[in-house]
């Protein structure tokens, strides 16, 4: 049995915790599905540099290097997932400095767009488009770099295996909310129709995980030393206060349940 399909039970519960910290910090995005500009028109719209690919490439001038380094490992996950399952997928990538995000958040006005460097995944014409960060000042790596008070001797030993510190991992970190983005089209893309906002979100982070601990292992032991952190107390204790404060939040479907045509960010 191949690795991808090995994980541990206790991989998985942690992975469910990440999964649901990293949510929990997009709760408050609003998206509106009447607006008649989406995302991806907005990336459009900025006459980016574009790179063609089984991933097509935006990205913004300063970073051509890191955001091609960015295609590749999209396009390696889809092709694993193509060659595993045979789930044909249309991704594209916008690799975007603080100022092209703004841009993008700029035309979507009332809408809401995700602060820089929360990454999402929106509708695109015949798939979705995955937003991230081409630096390390968006919230999600800034949030890891300044979590590092909280990093256990475990966490230390994990990323010391790898050859990083933990600013270098808390650096990398930001492909696995990406991949995770990512899961959440790949559930839908494979039919899964999962009842509740707590599953479909570890199901989203197995997806990313199961790639990474076969093709990208770097990121699996990025991803396996935040899950031995020494944590505060979570301010969601439960599965049910998870789902709670999802049903009290508007504007953000399931990805099961978004059209492929509207507007609205898969959460």
Known sequence: MSAWTQLSNTCTVKLLILALLLSAESFGQQHSTKSQITSYKAVVNLNLPRQEGRVPLYYSACCQKHAVEIQKAFEDMVSFYQEKLDIDTNVAVAVLDENDWDHVAQQMKD????????????????????????????????????????ASTATLKTFA????????????????????????????SYA??????????????????????????QIATIVEGFTEMSSPPFALASLDEFENAFAKKEGIPSATTSGTNGNSNVA
Do not use: C
């Open 111 to 150: 809408q809401g767009f995700a602060p820089y460097g929360m990454t999402n995944v929106s509708h695109a014409p015949s798939g979705v488009i995955a937003f991230i960060p081409a630096d390390d000042e968006g919230v999600i790596t800034k949030s890891q770099l300044a979590d590092g008070r909280y």
């Open 161 to 188: 295996s790898a050859h990083l510190t933990y600013d270098e991992a808390a650096r990398r970190f930001i492909l696995h909310p990406a991949f995770h983005e990512v899961g959440h089209y790949l559930t839908h």
């Open 192 to 217: 899964m129709d999962l009842p509740d906002h707590w599953l479909d979100e570890m199901v989203a982070s197995y997806w990313a995980y199961a790639y990474e601990k076969t093709r990208n292992p």
